[in-house]
């Protein structure tokens, strides 16, 4: 064992013969393979002699490293180009950083810090420690020097000493070759980004080994950015204008991504680019919003589609994108309602000009969206909603569900566009269409209105009127295809039309197809029952489920002719005796026939109602007479209302040119009719097609078949607001058992959810269907919040 002296002679006498080898190494001069190995073994007998000698090694060892680091400073300092300064600062650090991977190596027994009185003296620690040959054994080094206090300890004394004096100036530098960059200058990349790496690198926390990078260059970078924009964004728009800074702040962010991914810190851990994004938001559109805001309604307008793309692609980065949603709905909803009261002669006279130009209207603003907006999400609801204004809009066509006289009205004007939309679906599944449509065509067609359809407040308006088409479509046999009409069904069905409504449509379907094995069989027996057997092959009856088709109320008295008359107790004893219980109503409203019409012109063959082959048959064996209206409502027993408007059907038809009856003295609408207005039949009535008369043909003069009385269209009218009312109750019941407690605006909210598929309750409603639940014990008030239900078990 050696002594304590001898120790400390040897230390002394062997640190001289280590320093000039550690000084070449820090140089980056060659240094022999002996050399090398001879430095482990010195260093690691130097460690075993006494624990005092690792703190003096660390000194001396800082000594050199400083006095290194200090010469190389004046080195760099005397280039006072910026260029140089970083090219030289980069070539020192360079060298620098990679020693500090090496030069641990050799004081790796400074971390062991073996025992005083260890008796092993082997090099056997030092034998593995050799210079890297291979990639790999490089890699396993640097790993295991990363913690090391000697590389530790170089680059704490660089960043203290040369990068503390000149760390402005290398900042500065950078910033300027990226200001040359940015302005489309000469510049070397490199430079910068040497200089990134060596903050990057300098920092040795293990915590946040980008402190360095971040409290200097990043900040520094950043700074710089908002600096450089704050001048240049202000001069292009003060010399362009905000329109063409569109373009610039686009072209301006995607450079700035690209330089930002150059320049900053991308590795694991680092979150520069994100905040970099933020901050080209910030300063290149964010304080500029409000400006680029306040063009956004003229670009819609104008339909710059470019321009919007760019304004939304920036807008949409930053948190506020509510003022370009409302600018888009106020012009969809101004362009819409300016265009379609621009086009109003047309579109409300004709359904199919009017859905054609909902249509053309939805396509063009969804286009708009699409283009323009990316079909975001958010600009399709500002989208939605702008056209339901439209389509539920009543400044053009209004639709008043209960006359102004009913007393205690609950409700307002609506929109006729669920009628005319339903006008519009008969148009195209009736036979004999005006234009001549493919299935396809009709498909699409049919498809179009039911997306018009979603946007419609009150469907159960269109229930009405398409229920009401369906009808006179399977009575009078002019559906253009079965198959479609069911296909119509399911179509409506798939938008959330109620079930009870869809029921009763797929119900009809099934009646008809009921109704027509009936009528077959009835026919097979009438033929040898009948005393006239022609006439069953002449009739075709319909028997119908009242409760799908028709209302109680619409049965009107009429006189048949005679052979109609004996027709009917026959089949009503046939039915009795195929069906025991059941019983038959019999809605002439609703029948229809062919006549032969024959005058001195010709012979005809005439489509007409019930009610108009009545008032016909009168001149039965006295076709020259003249008969009062007095004397046709005692033969036709019809209805004063019913006789004036069936009358005048045949005096005032607007499809033809020759009128079947004749009529005086004139006067201009039914109700002038008095009891002695006379009626004859027309002896030069004729069909005239394409400007030529025809003494013989086939005349429709049912037109729309009338299915219920002028007293009860009133009825269903008042029906609609009837059932709004129940709905309304049921719905409200439903939530208040599902919550037992609920606030006044959740109530209304899920109200809406529940019953947008039949029509959008009004406040009114809401308010006296509650209070009406209130007073018959459904529900009470909270006595602590009167905006508060409790459900009333």
Same mark, same amino acid.
């Given at each position: 064992m050696l002594l304590s002296g001898q120790n400390s002679e040897t230390f002394e006498t062997k640190w001289p013969q280590i320093k000039p080898l550690i000084i070449r190494l820090l140089k980056q001069e060659d240094v022999k393979k002996n050399e090398w190995f001879n430095l482990f073994f010195d260093i690691h007998h130097i460690c075993l002699w006494e624990d005092n000698c690792i703190p003096r090694i660390k000194k001396e060892l800082e000594l050199n490293i400083l006095s290194f680091i200090r010469t190389v400073q004046e080195q760099i300092l005397r280039h006072e180009d910026d260029e140089a300064l970083l090219r030289a600062y980069i070539n020192v650090w360079t060298k620098f950083l990679d020693q500090s991977n090496y030069l641990p190596h050799p004081f790796s027994a400074m971390e062991q810090n073996p025992s005083k009185n260890s008796n092993s003296t082997t090099v056997a620690a030092a034998g593995p420690q050799v210079p890297p040959v291979t990639a790999q054994q490089q890699q396993q080094q640097q790993r295991k020097s990363t913690d090391s206090h000697v590389r530790k300890l170089m680059l704490d004394t660089w960043s203290m000493?040369? @990068?503390?004096?000149?760390?402005?100036? /290398?900042?500065?530098? #950078?910033?300027?070759?990226? !200001? #040359? +960059?940015?302005i489309g200058e000469p510049f070397d990349s490199q430079l910068v980004i040497g200089v990134r790496e060596s903050y990057v690198n300098l920092c040795c926390d293990p915590e946040d080994r980008l402190k360095i990078y971040k409290e200097n260059f990043e900040k520094a970078y950043f700074d710089a950015l908002i600096e450089f924009y704050h001048i240049h964004a202000r001069e292009f728009i003060t010399k362009h204008g905000i329109i063409e800074y569109l373009t610039y702040s686009d072209s301006k962010l995607k450079e700035e991504e690209r330089r930002a991914s150059k320049y900053l810190e991308t590795g694991k851990g680092s979150d520069s680019l994100d905040s970099h994004r933020k901050i080209c938001i910030q300063v290149l559109v964010g304080e500029y919003q409000d400006q680029l805001l306040a063009e956004c309604p003229n670009l819609i307008q104008l339909n710059d589609i470019k321009n919007l793309n760019l304004m939304f692609q920036l807008l949409d980065?930053?948190?506020?994108?509510?003022?370009? /949603? #409302?600018?888009?709905? %106020? !012009?969809?909803? %101004?362009?819409?309602?300016?265009?379609?009261? #621009?086009? %109003?002669?047309?579109?409300?006279?004709?359904?199919?000009? !009017?859905? +054609?130009? /909902?249509?053309? /209207? @939805?396509?063009? @603003?969804t286009k708009l969206v699409d283009d323009a907006f990316n079909s975001d999400p958010r600009f399709m609801t500002s989208r939605d909603k702008a056209f339901k204004t439209i389509v539920n809009d009543i400044t053009i066509f209004q639709l008043d569900l209960l006359p102004n006289s009913v007393a205690n009205q609950k409700t307002k004007p609506e929109s006729r566009c669920p009628e005319l939309l339903a006008n519009y679906c008969d148009v195209l599944l009736r036979r004999n269409q005006v234009k001549k449509l493919t299935e396809d065509e009709v498909k699409e067609k049919l498809s179009n209105i039911v997306t018009l359809l979603k946007y419609v407040q009150n469907k159960d308006v269109f229930m009405k009127y398409h229920k009401a088409h369906l009808t006179r479509r399977l009575i009078l046999d002019l559906s253009n295809d079965q198959e479609m009409e069911e296909q119509t069904v399911i179509m409506l069905k798939d938008i959330g039309m109620p079930p009870e409504y869809i029921n009763k449509l797929s119900q009809m379907f099934k009646d008809i197809k009921v109704s027509e094995d009936i009528n077959e069989k009835f026919k097979n027996v009438a033929r040898n029952t009948l005393h006239n057997a022609n006439l069953a092959d002449c009739v075709n009856i319909k028997i119908l489920n009242a409760g799908a088709w028709s209302r109680s109320s619409d049965k009107v008295a009429v006189t048949l002719p005679p052979e109609l008359e004996d027709y009917i107790p026959e089949v009503e004893k046939f039915y009795k005796n195929e069906y025991s219980g059941r019983k038959l109503t019999w809605h002439h409203l609703m029948s229809n026939g062919i006549i032969n019409f024959n005058t001195k012109n010709g012979k005809f063959e005439l489509e007409v109602t019930t009610f108009q082959m009545a008032v016909l048959f009168a001149w039965t064996n006295r076709a020259s007479d003249k008969l009062s209206y007095e004397s046709l409502r005692l033969a036709t027993e019809l209805p004063d209302n019913e006789l004036r408007r069936t009358l005048w059907q045949l005096v005032a038809f607007q499809k033809i040119k020759h009128q079947v009856l004749c009529y005086g003295p004139e006067v201009k609408q039914a109700k002038d009719f008095t009891e002695n207005t006379q009626f004859w039949i027309n002896q030069d009535f004729c069909i005239v097609r394409n400007n030529k008369a025809q003494y013989r043909g086939k005349l429709n003069l049912i037109g729309r078949l009338q299915l219920s009385t002028e007293k009860n269209r009133e009825e269903e009218n008042q029906e609609i607001v009837f059932l709004r009312t129940e709905r309304a109750k049921e719905a409200i019941v439903k939530i208040m058992k599902m919550r037992k407690r609920v606030t006044l605006a959740q109530l209304q909210t899920e109200l809406i959810e529940l019953l947008k598929n039949m029509f959008l309750p009004s406040k009114k409603l809401v308010k006296e269907t509650i209070e009406w639940l209130i007073e018959n014990k459904y529900m009470e008030r909270d006595e602590a919040n009167i905006n508060t239900f409790i459900y009333t078990t």
């Open positions: 000493s040369i @990068f503390s004096e000149i760390k402005h100036r /290398l900042q500065n530098s #950078a910033m300027k070759i990226i !200001y #040359a +960059e940015r980065r930053v948190p506020n994108i509510e003022p370009m /949603l #409302a600018d888009l709905e %106020s !012009y969809i909803v %101004s362009e819409g309602l300016m265009v379609m009261k #621009a086009n %109003s002669e047309t579109i409300t006279t004709d359904p199919e000009k !009017y859905v +054609e130009q /909902l249509l053309e /209207l @939805f396509n063009r @603003f």
